[in-house]
């Protein structure tokens, strides 16, 4: 079938009697539909047009509803659409279960191949309906569950999406998927490559073009620029997004809860991602507050969170401010940053720059926050990558144990195996800024905590500061801990020819360490007691230098002594690792 040259004009509109089944909209076809035995055939729509605005009315509780300004659902084995563009209004309003809405397809949901090149979306999605299970909405495409490959290619929405707030209750499960090309893709093999979400003119952002802003849900959000959500390998190439995306509404009751805000990509659940050569020039920003119990948050410029191994996010950029100004939080965990917010194990991000501030503004009840230049909360390599922007936050009427870190590149460091994660050859031009009264704060110019991280060949150009106050009455006045230094606030690993050149302070009601280069370094030391033989405690010192030991400390009673069996018998580690004699092991161990 091939449908060339065609345009609707005329509104479409459903407003049924009664509870709804199943129902399929399309500005051109509603469904695109092949008996599988013959499955040689292809559908091509080449410069189809549709101005007609499409309402959706009604109650659908029990079903799902596709919804595409050009095609409402494909079931073909092989559709194309080159150059087709939508520029009508599609609105949804009454209840539903599933809802999968897009500018140019609601549904892909066959096997086989599919492919939009060209496409155009300029009509708003306005979804007024209150759902009872997912919602998933797309400039292009709002659900895409296809087995082989799809290529998404230099296709460009510049409507509004709106998600109006959701009431609920305490057992409702919705969620909101919601992307400026793609809404939600669950299966492999996808690649979004050049595609532009938003408008820019002469050097000039159009922020009434490409927004998409979301109220309040039940138990999750996934917003993005590019890509909402993703359960299966994707990958994201040459694409910006010039829209603001923006979480308004308070964050769900249900235990559990989690937002991921991005201005290219919001989650990857399973598979890998590889973005590469992305920009994001939008406001991104978490707006409102959390009711949840244990609640994430991810906030970023390019990537909210990947859950999955196998990630590679490299020459990316983020310009939009970054903002989380919540102003209550139960949060378990918030991260914010300008490239990516909480990647998981197995992700390499390397040349990437963030040229835009970072604001972080809250009050707690509990919960890690974790805002970096960068990377939020890191357990990976970071490499060569440099930040530009001012990276702040202020955390005030903090009611419990609250720790926020703030640093210029990452967030936070922590491997989730046993090797060691990495960050190197980065550079921050940016200030780092914490004020509050969170019982422990730690700010760095690179990063605010490391553990099991090499950090190394990294300089820090900004001023580092912090500025505590006393906490809440139902915190007991205690007074707060801060660690500030220009490199690693608070280390637990090498740092290895690192320089800082910003200023450095701590003010305030405060127990602070400050330091040019790290705060509270954490050594591995090796306690060498009555080895009197030269040759094994040179042998000794051998395996600790191997172990990444940082120093020996043995007694002066009998210990072997440092001399030239003992430097031998350590393949000459005894000349690189410093070696403290003590009086009294015991009293040392105690001092440590």
Known sequence: TTLTDCENKAAILVDPVGAINSMQLGGAT????????????????????N??????????????????????INNHDHVILNTCENSGTITLVGSNGNANVGGIVGNDDNNYLFDLDGCINSGNIEYNAQAKSMVRVGGMIGYRNVSKATTVENCVNTGC???????????????????????????????????????IKNGVIDATKGAITAGKAASGVSLAGIVSYSSSAITISGSKNYGTVKQTGIGGINKNFAAYIAGVFGKCAVGGINVTNCENYGIV???????????????????????????????????GTINYKAKKTNAGEVTLSGICGRPQSETLIENCENHAPLYHKSNYTNGNVYVGGLVGSNRNIVYRCKNYGDVSSACVACT?????????????????????????????????????????????????????TTTKFCVNNGDVSSTASAGETANGNVIPESWVAGIVAYGKHDIICCDNKGNISSTGITSGHTAGICAMPHSKLVIADCIEDPRNFGALIRCAECAGAHGII?????????????????????TRIPVARVGSIRNTLKAL
């Not at 590149?409 to 800024?433: D, Q």
């Not at 043995?554 to 005894?574: E, M, T």
């Open 51 to 72: 101005s007609g605005a499409i309402t959706m009315k009604g109650a659908w509780t029990s079903s799902t509803i596709q919804i595409g300004g050009i095609l409402g």
């Open 161 to 199: 999406i709106t998600i109006a707030d959701q009431e609920y209750t305490a057992t409702d499960r919705h969620g909101l998927l919601v992307g400026g090309i793609i809404g939600y893709n669950n299966t492999a093999n996808l690649s979004v490559l050049d595609c532009t979400n938003g408008y």
């Open 400 to 452: 419990a144990e609250v720790t926020v870190r703030v640093g210029g590149i990452v967030g936070a460091a922590y491997p989730k195996t046993i090797l060691c994660s990495t960050v190197a050859r980065c550079e921050n031009f940016g200030n780092v800024k914490y004020s509050g009264d969170a019982k422990y704060d730690k700010v760095g110019g690179i990063s605010a905590e490391s553990f099991k």
């Open 285 to 319: 920003e978490y707006g409102e507050g959390l009711n949840a119990k244990d609640a994430r948050v991810d906030v970023a410029g390019v990537v909210a969170f990947t859950q999955s191994t196998g990630n590679v996010i490299t020459g990316c950029k983020n310009y």
């Open 30 to 49: 509603c469904e695109a539909y092949v008996n599988k035995a013959n499955d040689t055939y292809s559908t091509t729509f080449t410069r189809v047009k």
């Open 554 to 574: 043995s007694s002066l009673k009998n210990s072997a002594p440092v001399n030239a069996d003992s430097i031998r018998s350590s393949a000459g580690a005894l």
